[in-house]
């Protein structure tokens, strides 16, 4: 990670492209909203294996994640409420939330590595 100026930074992995993020969200991504970012991609990512594994044909995946913060500093995330919107054939709500649940209680790394406080919750929609 790198600062350019003002609250900016820029940086990423060893030969890959850099990241911008924004301490005052104003021209990228805020570090709190890298860390829901984060969050959606790792469940995402796990979700989508795990769903072609149970041989769901996607045809889309979407994951919108809202975090809940302190008003008092450190205005650490106290909840995450995380919607699934799954198209394809043999997408069911079933399947959807075994994956969810895999992901946040076994694979997803990000969310294995939050406070255990933080209260997390999910809606899924079979578009």
Same mark, same amino acid.
């Given at each position: 990670?790198?600062?350019? =100026?003002q609250?900016?930074?820029?940086?990423?992995g060893?030969?890959?492209? +850099?990241t911008?993020?924004?301490?005052?969200?104003k021209?990228?991504?805020s570090?709190? =909203?890298?860390?829901? +970012? #984060?969050?959606?991609?790792c469940?995402? #990512?796990d979700?989508?294996?795990i769903?072609?594994?149970?041989?769901?044909?996607?045809?889309?995946?979407?994951?919108?994640?809202?975090?809940?913060?302190?008003? =008092?500093?450190?205005r650490?995330?106290?909840?995450?409420?995380?919607?699934?919107?799954?198209?394809?054939?043999? #997408?069911?709500?079933?399947?959807?939330?075994? #994956?969810?649940? +895999?992901?946040?209680?076994k694979?997803?790394?990000v969310?294995?590595?939050?406070?255990p406080d933080?209260?997390?919750?999910?809606?899924?929609?079979?578009?």
């Amino acid at each position: 990670m790198r600062w350019r =100026e003002q609250l900016v930074f820029e940086g990423g992995g060893p030969g890959r492209p +850099l990241t911008v993020v924004d301490g005052d969200a104003k021209v990228s991504s805020s570090p709190v =909203e890298m860390l829901l +970012l #984060a969050a959606a991609s790792c469940t995402g #990512a796990d979700i989508v294996d795990i769903l072609k594994k149970k041989r769901v044909d996607l045809q889309s995946f979407e994951t919108h994640v809202a975090g809940t913060r302190r008003e =008092e500093h450190p205005r650490r995330l106290t909840a995450l409420h995380f919607t699934f919107t799954v198209r394809g054939d043999g #997408a069911d709500e079933v399947k959807v939330r075994h #994956a969810a649940d +895999l992901s946040f209680e076994k694979y997803c790394s990000v969310m294995n590595s939050l406070a255990p406080d933080i209260r997390v919750t999910y809606d899924v929609t079979i578009a």
